[in-house]
């Protein structure tokens, strides 16, 4: 915040720079000897028509404020698409007059004297005539050329001044003040010729001839054409000081419009804090209703927990009867223990010895089966040796029989 404060303020002193050095240059009066007050009044009041007063700047985050000047909205053209504009004044030379050629480019302005000014016209006349004393003109050449509407080309006659303008002159004419200050320009130079002319009919009239009137308005008109070249010198610098105001003015509003952007980023970092601040005001809201809650939670938790304490105290003497119950508990089961190891040990020493018994009548038997397994070879090689004595006899008995027959047949 302190940071958008003391741009802000530096904007504001910028732009009231800005307003103060504007102001001094528009309501410059332009130097002439006979009318310095009509030239001021002109252009104060041209300069209060072309530039409005800045309003106060409590714009922030808000675009910046353009100033208006009194034109034709429907002429307007953007800054991009301009062409250069023409500059009502430059210096006039009192020389032979020189005509020049233009290639397309440049800028001319003349200045012709007024044809009807004839020595018969008497100097009420002249003063009537006397803002038509100097018509200005001015014609931009280029391929489409065209005339201003308020010159005749057929008017054009001697006394004509042709001169080539700057192109910084023609860079500068692209603003409102510009067109303003050539205005009162304008309207300095009809007043003084007006006053010039006023000034010429108090004069008496009955002995003048015409003639000496002739050498008098020439007299005037060379008197009237310096003023004219050291009033346009002096427009010449007002004009490059106004210029070296207005690309100040241009770095000034470049400032200026960064400043607003800046602002603008700020004013836009501001209000996201903003929402960021609102936002965590909102989030220590919820926390601090949820911290109330927690804290009867807690303190319900307290309660719970005194409850748990004492049961744990209950809990722990009965685990400390337990644990003497345990340790009785203990002993019985190291003395049941003991036993059980020692009547395993008799279990085991038992059967070792069946163990033993059943290896020897093991033995016993294999042996018994061995001799039972002889005895029963012996019993089957006895049968065969019966039956090979049963057939041994047969056969015995069979030749015995056959010898009685082969003897009983011998016999026969």
């Known amino acids: 915040m302190s940071e ?22 528009l309501e410059k009066p332009l130097p002439s000897k006979e009318n310095r007050s009509a030239v001021s009044l002109t252009s104060r009041q041209s300069s209060e028509s072309t530039v409005a007063e ?109 001169l080539p303008e700057e192109s910084s002159m023609n860079a500068s004419c692209k603003d409102s003040s510009r067109s303003s200050i050539t205005t009162s320009c304008k309207r300095s130079v009809s007043q003084n010729s007006f006053a010039s002319t006023t000034s010429n009919a108090s004069l008496p009239k009955k002995n003048l001839s ?11 008109v060379s008197i009237l054409e310096n003023e004219l070249e050291s009033s346009s010198q002096e427009l010449v610098k007002k004009s490059k000081e106004l210029e070296r105001a207005l690309e100040l003015q241009k770095k000034m509003e470049t400032q200026r419009d960064q400043a607003y ?55 722990e003497k009965r685990l400390y009867r337990a644990n003497e119950e345990l340790e009785n508990v203990k002993n019985t089961l190291t003395s049941v223990r003991e036993a059980d190891r020692e009547l395993q040990e008799t279990v085991r020493k038992e059967k070792d010895d069946h163990i033993r018994q059943l290896k020897t009548l093991k033995k016993q038997r294999s042996e018994l089966l061995s001799a039972y397994k002889k005895q029963l070879f012996l019993m089957d090689n006895l049968k065969r040796q019966t039956v090979c004595l049963e057939q041994a006899r047969l056969i015995s008995f069979a030749e015995k029989e056959f010898t009685k027959v082969l003897e009983w047949n011998s016999k026969n």
Do not use: W
């Open 4 to 25: 958008l404060l003391s741009r802000e303020k530096e904007f504001l002193k910028l732009n009231e720079e800005l307003n103060v050095k504007t102001k001094i240059l």
């Open 261 to 315: 952007s800046k602002n603008n980023s700020l004013t836009g970092h501001v209000s996201k804090l903003e929402a960021r601040l609102t936002e965590l005001e909102q989030r220590l809201k919820e926390r601090e209703a949820e911290f109330i809650v927690t804290g009867r939670e807690m303190e319900s938790l307290k309660r719970e927990l005194r409850l748990l304490t004492q049961t744990n105290a209950n809990l």
């Open 210 to 220: 015409s003639e000496g009137l002739v050498k008098f308005l020439k007299s005037k």
């Open 54 to 162: 800045a309003p106060p700047n409590n714009r922030l985050g808000k675009p910046p404020i353009k100033p208006r000047s009194v034109t034709n909205k429907a002429n307007t053209v953007p800054r991009n698409s301009r062409q250069p504009s023409l500059i009502p004044f430059t210096p006039f030379v009192r020389s032979t007059p020189k005509v020049g050629k233009g290639d397309g480019s440049a800028t001319f302005r003349v200045v012709k004297e007024n044809s009807r000014c004839n020595n018969n016209e008497n100097d009420a006349t002249l003063a009537e005539k006397g803002s038509d004393a100097f018509s200005v003109y001015e014609v931009y050449r280029n391929e489409n050329f065209e005339t201003l509407p308020s010159v005749d080309e057929n008017s054009i006659e001697s006394g004509v001044n042709i």
